[in-house]
């Protein structure tokens, strides 16, 4: 069967459309210049943040802040599309035309901020980062909050400033980067941050980035190419944090923190949430702080929608929501600029209930970052 | 029957370049593929991004039927769309990633020097 498509034949208009549509979207990226960020570094970090930006940059690698070292046999073709957003005006323009109410700022190179081997680097750059985005972006335009960066490398200073941001309602929550990361965050040492997080009224957010690296789970030198890499780094990253923070039991010790897991899709939450049930059954006293069922854990946590999955029954994708409680958990994420952000449009087409697609697509990130809702 | 919609001057758009233009609520893209000229929707399937602000190149195929060696075909007749890299090859309108998937073509005929597209 061939499918024709053209521009004619559009759509009936729905009843509620996605202009009517309250849009908050947990994730978009805004892209640090080195530059900029040298102004609020401390000395003499800036004075190696201005050598760093003489140096050219490409997507998402940075030599000396995210280099990537990636492996991938370039060929003509592919995306001509600007994929970085500089300016807060840029990115309001950008998500005006996606029909974004809202949205939460994630970075670009930080994304690799646990991959940075100097500790004190990385605190640097975590630190000045958020200052710059505080100044530049966050006082600038108020429907775009901040996520605070800490780095793993340094959870006491990550903890003193979300306490020193703590004051305004600028940041939403406090980022967690997860790719590369050395130890998990279920681990103890990150026990100030999560205090902080909890005095501070802020969610975290698990986030990952694409990455072959010599820690669990990005030893992916086995596989020849991004579509490999790319479809287990970003999961597996979920699921290994996920199951540290489940068995040391970061969602008991901490029971107002709010937690949630950033651009994976969704299938992997079903998955682990089984197997750990599975597990719970026959190892609970190993874990006796739980005191429930994972998956009921589980689902006090939220996740974001992107990179959504695209089965050949769209039907499928609402089943797949019914498994975790999606309506009342899942967050409309887009990735915007990046490579495979999703539109709207096409997360509000889905054939979820009005109301199911009302809190998908707005209320349930409302919740999670504490946002205000219009009430038109 | 269809109709003739003029759509510019050829020169506008020299070999191996492209350009999109609306005729009527349609967008178009419309491109000179050695001196041929070809149209498809400005409309990717996928998530309806703007199909034809993508570029142009070839691709790369493998198979049975390149007897399992690399190779790479179709030069100067692939669009990338610029929103998630979803591949098509423009004459035929043919998506590379799902034998599915065809996009509609419009003939473009040039006549004194003007391009000409049948709806």
């Keep these: 069967m061939t499918t024709e498509v053209s521009t004619e034949g559009r759509p009936a208009r729905q009843r509620e459309t996605l202009a009517d549509t309250f849009v908050v979207d947990a994730d ?4 640090e210049d080195p530059a900029e960020l040298a102004e609020y570094a401390e000395s003499p970090w800036d004075v190696a943040l201005r050598e760093i930006a003489t140096v050219e940059e490409r997507y998402l690698d940075l030599p000396g802040m995210s280099p990537r070292a990636e492996y991938r046999v370039p060929f003509p073709g592919g995306s001509n599309r600007r994929q ?3 300016s807060a005006r840029e990115m309001r323009e950008g998500l005006d035309e996606l029909h974004v109410d809202q949205a939460v700022l994630f970075p670009d190179h930080l994304l690799s901020l646990a991959m940075v081997r100097d500790p004190a680097f990385a605190t640097t750059l975590a630190s000045a980062y958020n200052r710059w985005l505080h100044e530049r972006w966050l006082t600038e335009e108020r429907s775009l909050k ?5 780095a793993p490398q340094n959870p006491e200073a990550g903890a003193r400033d979300i306490l020193a941001h703590a004051g305004g309602r600028e940041f939403a929550c406090v980022y967690l980067p997860a790719s590369g990361l ?3 965050y279920g681990d103890e040492r990150y026990d100030p941050v999560y205090a902080a997080a909890s005095e501070a009224g802020l969610p975290v957010v698990i986030h990952s980035v694409e990455a072959v690296y010599p ?26 944090n996920l199951v540290s923070m489940i068995e040391t039991g970061v969602p008991v010790r901490y029971p107002e923190l709010k937690i949630g897991f950033m651009e994976a899709g969704t299938a992997w939450v079903p998955f682990i949430a089984n197997r750990l049930d599975k597990e719970y059954i026959e190892r609970r006293r190993e874990v006796p702080l739980l005191q429930e069922r994972p998956s009921r854990t589980m689902r006090r946590f939220y996740y974001g929608t992107q990179p959504i999955e695209e089965p050949e029954r769209r039907a499928d994708l609402v089943s797949l929501f019914e498994l975790f409680d999606g309506e009342n958990r899942a967050m409309f994420a887009s990735d915007w600029p990046h490579h495979d952000f ?12 009005p109301e199911a697609r009302r809190r998908i697509m707005g209320l349930n990130a409302a919740e999670f970052f504490g946002l205000d809702v219009p009430q038109n | 029957m269809p109709r003739e919609h003029p759509i510019g001057r050829a020169e506008e758009i020299p070999e191996g370049q492209h350009r999109v233009v609306r005729v009527g609520n349609r967008e178009l893209g419309v491109f000179n593929i050695r001196g041929e000229f070809h149209a ?5 399937p996928h998530q309806r991004g703007p199909l034809c602000d993508g570029g142009v190149s070839g691709t790369i195929d493998y198979g049975p039927h390149t007897d399992f060696k690399l190779a790479w075909i179709w030069e100067g007749e692939v669009v990338t769309c610029p929103w998630h890299s979803l591949e098509f090859h423009v004459p035929t309108g043919q998506c590379v990633a799902f034998d599915e998937i065809r996009l509609r073509t419009y003939e473009v005929l040039v006549r004194d020097g003007e391009l000409l597209v049948l709806i």
Aim: charged residues 5%; contains cysteine; glycine residues 4%.
């Design chain 1, 182 to 184: 050395k130890t998990l």
């Design chain 1, 28 to 31: 978009v990226h805004v892209h």
């Design chain 1, 215 to 240: 820690v669990f789970p990005f030893q992916l030198e086995q596989f020849r190419t991004s579509m490999a890499v790319h479809a287990l780094a970003h999961p597996l990253s979920m699921v290994a």
């Design chain 2, 40 to 44: 498809i929707p400005n409309l990717c």
């Design chain 1, 84 to 86: 970085i957003v500089t």
């Design chain 1, 342 to 353: 999703d539109h709207p449009q096409h997360v509000f087409g889905l054939p979820f209930s």
């Design chain 1, 146 to 150: 901040g996520s605070l960066v800490v």
